[in-house]
DNA sequence: GCCAACGTTGGC
DNA sequence: GCCAACGTTGGC
């Protein structure tokens, strides 16, 4: 079974905020390759939620997701960040899923610490110049990760 | 189809 | 706030 990583900004949704709500959808992604691995995703597949454009980016927890991609509300409504002109109901590009909280770690896994750590060197997500907000992870990776919390 | 200009991402 | 790196746009 395919894993995956997701990033978010923690002041738009943070890994703690979703053990709140329990459940949440992932919308606003505006990247191809991004969404094509949204698409890609099944129910029960296990994430890394990764906290972005923050005082300390890194690895908060794990989610899982609960419904597969469909189209993203956000794109077709004015007063969202997210809103683009060029979807509509009948022909929206962008895609959404929905996701449950399954963990939170005890601590962050900072950048810091995911690269010095084995078997992680290949991770899209420590590639110099890597943007893309949603990304496959291996098992062995995802091995690797969880051996650091 | 090329490519310069621009906007965005995201760590620091 | 800075800036490297990337994706997208749009003229040609």
């Given at each position: 079974?395919p894993?995956w990583?997701m990033k978010?900004?923690?002041?738009?949704?943070?890994?703690a905020?979703?053990?709140?709500?329990?459940?949440?959808?992932?919308?606003?992604?505006?990247?191809?390759?991004a969404?094509?691995?949204l698409?890609?995703?099944?129910?029960?597949?296990l994430?890394f939620?990764y906290?972005s454009?923050?005082?300390r980016p890194?690895?908060a927890g794990?989610?899982?997701i609960?419904?597969t991609?469909?189209?993203?509300?956000?794109?077709?409504d004015p007063?969202s960040?997210?809103?683009?002109a060029?979807?509509s109901?009948v022909?929206n590009p962008?895609?959404?899923?929905?996701?449950?909280?399954v963990?939170?770690f005890a601590?962050?896994?900072?950048?810091a610490?995911?690269?010095s750590?084995?078997g992680?060197?290949k991770?899209?997500l420590?590639?110099?110049?890597?943007r893309?907000s949603?990304?496959p992870?291996?098992a062995?990776?995802w091995?690797a990760?969880l051996a650091?919390?």
């Amino acid at each position: 079974m395919p894993y995956w990583l997701m990033k978010s900004e923690p002041d738009v949704l943070s890994a703690a905020t979703l053990q709140r709500l329990h459940q949440a959808r992932w919308d606003g992604v505006r990247n191809y390759q991004a969404r094509n691995f949204l698409r890609s995703m099944q129910a029960d597949e296990l994430f890394f939620f990764y906290h972005s454009s923050c005082s300390r980016p890194g690895i908060a927890g794990i989610g899982r997701i609960v419904r597969t991609a469909y189209p993203d509300p956000s794109a077709l409504d004015p007063r969202s960040p997210y809103f683009d002109a060029r979807a509509s109901t009948v022909k929206n590009p962008w895609s959404a899923v929905d996701v449950e909280f399954v963990e939170a770690f005890a601590g962050i896994i900072d950048l810091a610490c995911l690269r010095s750590a084995p078997g992680l060197a290949k991770l899209p997500l420590l590639q110099k110049g890597s943007r893309l907000s949603v990304m496959p992870v291996e098992a062995g990776e995802w091995a690797a990760v969880l051996a650091l919390r």
